[in-house]
């Protein structure tokens, strides 16, 4: 939806207004701040250009960041555009990736917040702690049936553990009746050979 500044211009079902485009970024003005004169920037932007020269990079007019303001009207004009849902984008660039299905909503910037709250293409991270997969919103039921981080509960002693180390606790499982009849069976060798050992002791002796 945004660039490392402003939001992207494909986003728009209509080109906006050239006023309603950073001077720094030439995107869509993303909390539209400006100077003493008038001169509008996305407040990333111009933060930026201040740590460099305190100075408004149109007019270059003294400025620091206790100058700035934000320009309400601007705001106001950018929440009225219209825009197409901003998972469109999704594998247009390397930070995202294609959901498959292209959803079809079509708004205003002031309603994209409500949108992308129930969109099934938006882009969610999963609930499992240590997984880092970003899935749409539609597919999360799916993914949380195989992320191998999802807690899952053994079969034999209810512990419960991350899938991905199911297979060696089962195997390891004092509760698991194979677990339980190989150490039987060691225990049986073990007796044995010491039976064994104890015997050939004796007869040493």
Not at 96 to 118: E, F, P, Q, R, Y
Not at 128 to 144: E, Q
């Amino acid at each position: 939806m945004e660039t490392n500044c402003g939001y992207y211009l494909d986003l728009f079902l209509t080109p906006p207004n050239d006023r309603l485009l950073c001077p720094l970024c030439l995107e869509v003005l993303i909390n539209p701040t400006g100077c003493q004169n008038g001169h509008i920037f996305c407040r990333k932007c111009i933060l930026a250009a201040l740590a460099v020269r305190s100075e408004c990079p149109s007019c270059r007019i003294n400025l620091t960041v206790s100058n700035l303001s934000v320009n309400l009207i601007a705001k106001e004009m950018v929440g009225e555009l219209k825009l197409r849902c901003p998972t469109t984008l999704y594998g247009k660039s390397n930070s995202t990736v294609s959901t498959g299905t292209i959803c079809l909503w079509n708004g205003t910037m002031n309603d994209v917040d409500k949108h992308l709250a129930v969109c099934g293409n938006f882009l969610v991270n999963c609930q499992n702690i240590g997984c880092t997969d970003k899935i749409p919103r539609r597919l999360l039921p799916s993914h949380l049936s195989v992320c191998m981080h999802h807690l899952v509960r053994c079969s034999y002693c209810n512990h419960v553990v991350k899938r991905k180390d199911s297979s060696i606790h089962t195997m390891r499982c004092p509760r698991n009746p194979a677990v339980v009849r190989t150490k039987s069976a060691l225990v049986v060798v073990g007796l044995l050979v010491l039976s064994v050992a104890l015997l050939g002791f004796r007869r040493l002796r």
